[in-house]
């Protein structure tokens, strides 16, 4: 692994389904962030964690729950999946500091059906 | 008002072209600045950070004007490759999260 994982590249899911978008990283950044994009609406923040053990809430959080067990892994769970989930999803993490961007997961692509 | 604004365009240029966009940002307290670049169907790569001198890349040069809150990014001698959708980004928050534009779509055309 190099940089940020993301899995799996794409998946059409049916409406009240339980996924589960997998993201692990392997350059110890302790900030990780989940992204979701739409045509039209640019990048929105669903959820966030600053270190291992914490999470919290972006500008569009409903729907979505997120874990940060350890360092390397935080996982984005759509408890019962609906049409206005379809999206393009992405994962980042951020070394601490200032100076420094987000490095991003190549993305999921969810169609909800 | 969005926290990052930026024009979306498209900007429709000739290879060879000179070719700038502007990004307006709305806290006045932000401390870094990025350029994104993101092609279609991608995740969104660092093109580079904004330094408050001004800094150059090749043929990218991204300038802070923090008077009157804006970033710009000029592309000199725009190639093909170029197109793409250039995305301004600012830390707007305390801590380590970043805030997105809309972006900038840019199509070079032969």
């Known amino acids: 692994i190099a940089g940020i994982t993301q899995a799996p590249t794409s998946q059409i899911l049916a409406a009240g389904r339980r996924m589960t978008l997998r993201c692990t990283q392997d350059?110890?950044?302790?900030?990780m962030y989940w992204y979701r994009q739409d045509l039209g609406l640019g990048l929105r923040l669903i959820h966030y964690?600053?270190?291992?053990?914490?999470?919290g809430k972006g500008e569009v959080p409903d729907g979505y729950s997120v874990s940060r067990a350890n360092t390397d892994d935080f996982p984005l769970t759509l408890a019962s999946a609906v049409p206005s989930q379809t999206s393009v999803y992405f994962c980042?993490?951020?070394?601490?500091?200032?100076?420094?961007?987000?490095?991003f997961g190549s993305g999921t692509r969810l169609t909800v059906v | 008002r969005k926290e990052v604004e930026q024009d979306p365009g498209p900007f429709n240029v000739p290879e060879g072209a000179t070719v700038a966009f502007n990004c307006t940002y709305s806290?006045?307290?932000?401390?870094?600045f990025f350029w994104y670049r993101q092609d279609c169907r991608k995740e969104p790569k660092l093109l580079m950070s904004?330094?408050?001198s001004g800094n150059e890349d090749g043929r990218f040069t991204a300038q802070l004007n923090r008077a009157s809150q804006y970033i710009s990014l000029l592309i000199r001698d725009s190639k093909l490759s170029d197109s793409a959708t250039y995305l301004c980004?600012?830390?707007?928050?305390?801590?380590?999260?970043?805030?997105f534009g809309g972006g900038t779509r840019l199509m070079v055309k032969p």
């Open positions: 980042a993490s951020r070394a601490p500091g200032q100076s420094y961007g987000y490095t």
């Open positions: 980004v600012v830390n707007s928050h305390a801590g380590n999260m970043l805030t």
């Open positions: 904004v330094y408050s």
């Open positions: 350059m110890r950044h302790n900030a």
């Open positions: 964690s600053n270190t291992a053990g914490t999470t």
């Open positions: 806290n006045s307290a932000s401390q870094s």
